[in-house]
């Protein structure tokens, strides 16, 4: 069906070629290192070189699959068939959109930070993505969408793309504290007690106290909820439970908590995925890592394979290489929890690509899009002005049929002071109803 040909075949021009022909469109492909040998049978040729021939849809290569190491790139936007684009040229499709999606999707500029945030991050603020203000938008979709087009105007015959898919909603719900108040021990309930009366919070006193004398339910214990919530709309939720130490910013319960495990138990019984939030102080230490997801196995009676850093916490190679010894298959903490947008640039899962290793594992990646407390906490916005955004983040999924993924905390659905009313936010978040009216 479809010949390409090119002089630079290398672990990452099968990378991309892989995800664009059989993981979006889903069919194969050919790759020749002659023009003599495509058959004429080939609806769709593809000539990724600089040399010219008649009759092929030429795209220009810009250096980035054909090399190895971190070299740098000169990463500038420029527009070419009405999209913003990175690597252009003066090709019919206006850049090299095989070294482009590469570039995002293998998060080349991470390897090349030299500064991070006070949790030793790469910051969105470092992003090209931000600095272009194309943050928000998913462009490897777009330019995916756009190649489709381009091949279909292009081909001599019908290509077998995959049928189109209704967007996919993947709720995910980091539980960072499980219990606001119940399962704490004696040192840090007295500790609680003290803060509340040093600020004169008396209506948290009385809750407290409500709560540990069995007359109210904790306030973060709204399990109930999230389960009869998520299976009125038919979904399964991704849950990232924390089980390490209690540090300065790991604050979740002791895991050998009766109440605590009965609860992660109930999650795996509903149909819900439970993975690991590998503490903060895990950061860069793999025994940690493996001790939490040994002690969450053992909790829950059965494997895990899918995590969720604390804090987004990880740096590229490192914690994946550490994910993937520990039989990690999938990872989400691709996004930022300071601003919603495509931090690789899609919607959509892609595998991890070891640009130390040069070569694809078997990780894959799933990115999210939104954060409750990205909206709350650092853009102070109201829920109006949050389902609004989210609204227009949405559309740009639907128009490239990709995935929504985002984050809920269930101490965001509390309904406490600070979260009072966003569990309105988490139920339109889980509708394809995504029009405010």
């Known amino acids: 069906m479809i010949a390409i040909y090119t002089p630079y075949y290398s672990n990452r021009t099968k990378y991309v070629l892989d995800y664009i022909f059989e993981q979006q469109f889903g069919f194969k492909y050919e790759v020749f290192n002659s023009f003599d040998h495509v058959k004429e049978s080939h609806i769709i040729k593809i000539n990724y ?37 990175i690597f252009g040229n003066s090709s019919a499709i206006g850049f090299d959109i095989f070294g482009a999606i590469f570039y995002c999707l293998s998060r080349y500029e991470e390897y090349k930070c030299l500064e991070f945030d006070r949790h030793s991050r790469f910051s969105y603020l470092s992003s090209f993505l931000h600095v272009n203000n194309y943050l928000q938008t998913p462009l490897v979709d777009y330019w995916v969408a756009f190649f489709k087009s381009y091949l279909i105007k292009m081909s001599t015959g019908p290509l077998p793309f995959k049928e189109k898919a209704t967007p996919a909603i993947l709720p995910t719900i980091d539980v960072d504290s499980i219990f606001t108040y119940q399962g704490k021990d004696i040192v840090r309930q007295l500790g609680g007690f003290a803060k509340d009366l040093i600020g004169g919070q008396w209506p948290q006193i009385k809750r407290r106290l409500s709560v540990l004398s069995g007359r109210l339910r904790d306030p973060f214990d709204n399990f109930d909820y999230q389960f009869e919530i998520l299976k009125s709309c038919n979904l399964k939720a991704n849950y990232f439970i924390q089980v390490g130490k209690n540090g300065a910013y790991d604050k979740n319960i002791n895991p050998h908590n009766k109440a605590f495990q009965t609860l992660l138990k109930r999650m795996v019984k509903e149909g819900h995925e439970v993975g690991l939030h590998p503490s903060y102080q895990s950061f860069g230490e793999e025994e940690i890592i493996q001790k939490e997801k040994q002690l969450l196995e053992r909790i829950i009676e059965r494997p895990v394979i899918q995590s969720r850093q604390h804090y987004l916490r990880f740096s590229l190679p490192s914690t994946y290489l550490d994910l993937v010894q520990l039989g990690i298959k999938k990872e989400f903490s691709m996004g930022y929890s300071e601003v919603p947008g495509y931090r690789a640039s899609t919607s959509k899962p892609f595998f991890w690509y070891d640009l130390e290793m040069e070569n694809m594992t078997e990780l894959e990646i799933i990115p999210f899009s939104m954060m409750d407390v990205a909206f709350k906490e650092f853009m102070r916005m109201t829920i109006d002005e949050t389902l609004q955004y989210s609204d227009a983040l949405r559309e740009q999924i639907i128009k490239v049929n990709g995935s929504f993924s985002f984050v809920f905390h269930n101490e965001s659905l509390s309904d406490l002071e600070g979260w009072k009313g966003w569990r309105t936010v988490f139920e339109k978040w889980l509708t394809n109803e995504h029009k405010t009216h």
């Open 49 to 85: 070189s600089h040399m010219p021939c008649e009759g092929w849809i030429q795209i220009l290569p810009q250096g980035i699959l054909e090399s190895k190491g971190l070299k740098k790139f000169d990463v500038q936007f420029s527009m070419a068939n009405e999209l913003p684009v």
